[in-house]
């Protein structure tokens, strides 16, 4: 490879890739005193200045004596060669273009500023002289971000006082202020502390992970463990390895802003705090963190997915907590998976990944059969903990009421439960409205006649449509299998209307209801998460907010209402995503020493997912499942994209649609099929009207390429949007 120059004296012309979406690098001069390569800079662009990267060598072929200098050198550590070239090829993958993905890495505020002292706030040894509400609130915020330091103005707003309120508790040393460097290194993370004495199975899991750390090469590990089997301890393990190493790790948790528990449990095993990087840390620590992770003063990051797009010095970990979870997939603006990022990261790097999970992904189980994948199992519960005994209701035996949606057999076993001082949960995966059309006759559920999917209602269209296709059926009276008049329905509670059902069903139970739209903040949902945990409620009601990860010691009974609802979900992986969400949320029960139960309420105890739930076959599971899909050609076994089209006016986006499907040529090539258009499922947003083209491709073709050729050769309307999903996980 020829050497590139690494540094620009002043005048020499570079490029720059900057913030905005122009598809091109601009060319500049190099400042006063020169320019590294990477550096990032801010550069005049029209009567405007803004952030950019020096890109190499700038491309002339214009009148150089009107090229413009960079106006500033930001004092940060230059871009590196790999995250350069991570964000090229994730940009490639995603169809992204290059100045989004550089928005995606500089998203901490400040960036542009010159180092400085600053005052921050933090809590101190003295009481005040006597308590007010205000007050309490300020100490709670302080004692509950631990240590941190805020502005003035961070503390106040997150407090909900006044900036005098705070003054007043200086005065008396209750707060401290100090005058600090913007940015401080985080503190040292000891690796040699000792973590908890591991089990047998826990100790060979981390002796592998420890070696592929040594390694210092790329390679992705799948540890598998059951719920509470401790893959927690394990995988810090790897964190302890890779520190000791002096190389630098990355944590992704999903529902981060919940993970109050395993920070803690971070900083018991390495003795000080990680770095946090997620919505809920205030802009002071977000832009630390950056700026720290960029030079090295933080060892340990722990973070939602945008964490994975800081700029590392040297990364040697990745670990994707929970790695089935959806929310690793972001779907609006750059459209990426997380789990699939972090593997290409690492692959640049040199680092090792490990994908923690008790129910995998299809993807992660088929990566690691293929041998792509090294594989890890942990088959036990730590401790005296057994898995939970796990049960049907079979609600076609039930004696339902209408309108309710506990059966007496579920609550008879709830009953019991709060009689012996434990905690019960029910759970229903539905915040808001998610409607479902069973038959109430013979239990079947309407599927579209083009696709394996189940037909969704729409209730303001009045009609029932294929997620899938874009089929649209009238609303029938009559059930299309076993043609009964009238007995179709809508299932529709809501956890709220069960809360509503329980307090009646319940009337000296505490019920706690746990929703993530209930809460006004993080911080309320993360105390009452704690509340829960230390037995302040006999009953939760919650969606899979509480299926994760979370330790209720003293809960033991665990009841889904309707096991069936994600299960006639309309795209392909709903019975994965079932049989992963009812044996995460079965997990919660029975994870200290009293045993553990889970009862699921279904009107089809035959259907072959429910079986595979209940008896925990797991592998017999993903084979089947995986057979399924490859004789459908779907992933992971075939390709697809998502077209999301919209426009203020459905016509439009129709219009671009059409006109797309007609001139499909690039993608037949490519030996890929277009469906659609077709209005989406959620056919308006935010006043946009959408509509969706799907793309199918065989696993082996160049699908990124012949989407891009396909897209750019058709002229789109100015006033039309188009977002392009690479490997779509939803399709609403
Ligand atoms: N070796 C150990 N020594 C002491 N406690 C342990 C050990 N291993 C696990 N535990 C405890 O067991 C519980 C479950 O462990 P952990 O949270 O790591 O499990 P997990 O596999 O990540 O669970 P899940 O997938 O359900 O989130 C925790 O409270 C943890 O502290
Ligand atoms: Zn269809």
């Known amino acids: 490879m020829a050497d590139r120059p690494t540094f620009f004296p002043e005048g020499t012309l570079v490029s720059v890739l900057t913030t905005q979406p122009l598809d091109r690098t601009l060319d500049y001069r190099a400042p006063e005193g020169g320019v590294d390569d990477g550096a990032y800079v801010m550069v005049p662009l029209g009567p405007r200045q803004v952030i950019g990267v020096v890109w190499g060598v700038g491309q002339g072929g214009f009148d150089l004596s009107k090229a413009r200098a960079i106006n500033k050198v930001l004092p940060v550590a230059p871009m590196r060669q790999e995250m350069r070239d991570f964000l090229l090829r994730a940009g490639d993958y995603t169809l992204t273009p290059m100045a989004a993905m550089l928005r995606l890495a500089t998203r901490a505020p400040g960036l542009t500023d010159q180092p400085s002292m600053q005052k921050v706030y933090r809590l101190g040894e003295e009481t005040p002289d006597r308590m007010t509400d205000a007050r309490t609130r300020v100490i709670a915020v302080l004692e509950e971000f631990g240590g941190l330091s805020f502005t003035l103005k961070e503390l106040a707003d997150n407090a909900g006082v006044s900036a005098s309120v705070i003054k007043g508790l200086v005065a008396q040393q209750v707060v401290l202020e100090e005058n600090t460097p913007r940015d401080l290194p985080y ?57 000791a190493k002096g190389r630098q790790a990355l944590v992704l948790l999903p529902e981060i802003a919940l993970s109050a528990e395993f920070l803690t449990r971070v900083e018991k095993r390495f003795g000080a705090r990680a770095a946090e990087w997620h919505s809920g840390v205030t802009m002071t620590e977000r832009r630390r963190a950056w700026k720290m992770v960029g030079e090295g ?50 692959s640049i790097v040199g680092a090792q990944v490990v994908l923690a999970s008790a129910t995998p992904s299809l993807e992660s189980w088929v990566n690691a059969q293929a041998g792509k994948y090294q594989r890890i199992d942990m088959t036990d519960r730590f401790g005296a903990a057994v898995l939970p005994d796990m049960q049907a209701l079979d609600m076609r035996q039930e004696e339902m009421a209408s309108g309710q949606w506990i059966s007496p057999s579920l609550k008879a076993a709830v009953d019991a439960r709060i009689a012996a001082g434990e905690q019960a949960l029910l759970f229903l995966n539905r915040r808001g409205y998610a409607p479902v059309t069973i038959c109430r006759a013979c239990g079947d559920q309407i599927e579209c006649p083009h696709c394996d999917a189940r037909m969704v209602e729409h209730r303001f269209l009045k009609r029932l449509m294929c997620h899938q296709c874009g089929e649209s059926i009238p609303l029938p009276e009559a059930c299309p299998k076993c043609e009964v008049v009238g007995k179709l329905s809508a299932v529709g509670p809501g956890v709220e ?66 096991a069936d609802l994600g299960l006639h979900g309309s795209d392909m992986r709903a019975a994965e995503k079932t049989f992963q969400l009812m044996r995460q949320v079965a997990g919660r029960a029975g994870r200290a020493d009293r045993p553990g139960e889970a009862l699921l309420q279904t009107y089809q105890p ?33 390709r697809m994209a998502g077209i999301i089209l919209s426009a203020e006016k459905p016509e439009i986006a129709f219009a671009a649609g059409a006109d797309l499907a007609r001139n499909d040529g690039p993608l037949r090539r490519a030996g890929a099929v277009v469906y659609g258009p077709a209005a989406a499922p959620i056919a308006r947003i935010r006043g946009w009207h959408r509509v969706r083209l799907l793309v199918k491709a065989p696993k082996g073709a160049p699908l990124q390429r012949a989407v891009s050729d396909w897209v750019n050769g058709v002229r789109l309307p100015k006033n039309l949007r188009l977002a392009i999903d690479i490997d779509p996980q939803s399709f609403y």
Request: charged share 20%.
């Open 187 to 243: 503190p040292r993370l000891d690796p040699d502390l000792p973590g908890k004495p591991l089990t047998a199975s826990q100790s060979s899991a981390a002796a592998i992970l420890r070696k592929g750390i040594r390694s210092g090469d790329y390679a992705t590990t799948l540890l598998r463990g059951v719920t509470g089997s401790g893959k927690t301890e394990v995988y810090l393990e790897a964190v302890a390895a890779c520190l």
């Open 606 to 638: 035959e259907h072959p997912v429910i079986r595979a739930i209940l008896s925990g076959e797991e592998e017999e599971f993903w084979n089947a499942e995986a057979e399924s899909r490859a004789q459908a050609g779907m992933p992971p076994f075939g």
């Open 297 to 346: 003063g933080a060892q340990l990051v722990v973070g939602a997915r945008s964490a994975l797009f800081l700029p590392f010095r040297d990364l040697g970990l990745i670990v994707v907590d929970e790695e089935h979870d959806s929310s690793y997939k972001q779907e609006d603006g750059v459209h990426y998976n997380a789990r699939d990022m972090a593997v290409l990261r690492a």
């Open 497 to 562: 209307r069960l809360t509503e059902e329980a307090t009646t069903l319940f009337p000296d139970a505490r019920i706690a209801t746990l929703s993530s739209d209930l809460f006004a903040s993080s911080r309320a949902l993360k105390q009452a998460v704690e509340t829960i945990a230390n037995g302040g409620a006999d009953i939760v009601v919650g969606t899979q907010l509480v299926a994760k990860g979370h330790n209720f010691p003293l809960l033991t009974l665990v009841g889904v209402i309707d």
